[in-house]
């Protein structure tokens, strides 16, 4: 099984690429923490956020192939940590790949929406794109170190 953490944009700041790659080094063999980048949508005068968000989402599904997907949505359902474990726990019984959808500025196109099992929000605050691919790789991180006892969590 791995956790793929799909991703609208490229080339991010050096801090972002620091951070993600800290918690995603941690991950175990057994569970596998992977990026996938997709490019932006074409926007522009002669191009509708519809038509761009419609690319993306194109390119955000493919990449997420046959794995359950769990989306990154601001009107979706809060996690504490022990539900993010909780999620982890059922994850890793079943075995299959787990997709995690992160949008670009414009958000997720409505057919990831649709096609998610989850939807999963960070906060009610708005957060940056690029912050979520951090936040979210911390969060399985901790998830996977509370199911193997591990002191990296210590809060209740």
């Not at 994850?91 to 999963?120: H, K, M, N, S």
């Amino acid at each position: 099984m791995e956790l793929r953490l799909i991703a609208v944009g490229q080339r991010m700041p050096r801090w972002v690429e620091e951070g993600w790659r800290e918690f995603a080094r941690r991950m175990p063999a057994q569970l596998p923490l992977r990026l996938l980048e997709v490019p932006l949508g074409r926007r522009g005068r002669h191009q509708s956020i519809d038509a761009a968000l419609a690319e993306e989402g194109r390119r955000v599904l493919t990449a997420a192939g046959n794995a359950r997907i769990v989306a990154l949505d601001c009107r979706g359902h809060p996690l504490s940590t022990s539900g993010v474990v909780a999620r982890m726990e059922g994850w890793l019984q079943d075995g299959r790949d787990v997709a995690l959808l992160i949008g670009g500025p414009d958000g997720l196109y409505r057919e990831c929406l649709t096609q998610a099992e989850y939807r999963w929000c960070l906060s009610p605050l708005t957060l940056p794109h690029m912050l979520v691919r951090v936040i979210v790789a911390e969060q399985l991180y901790r998830a996977w170190t509370v199911l193997q006892n591990h002191p990296y969590h210590r809060g209740g």
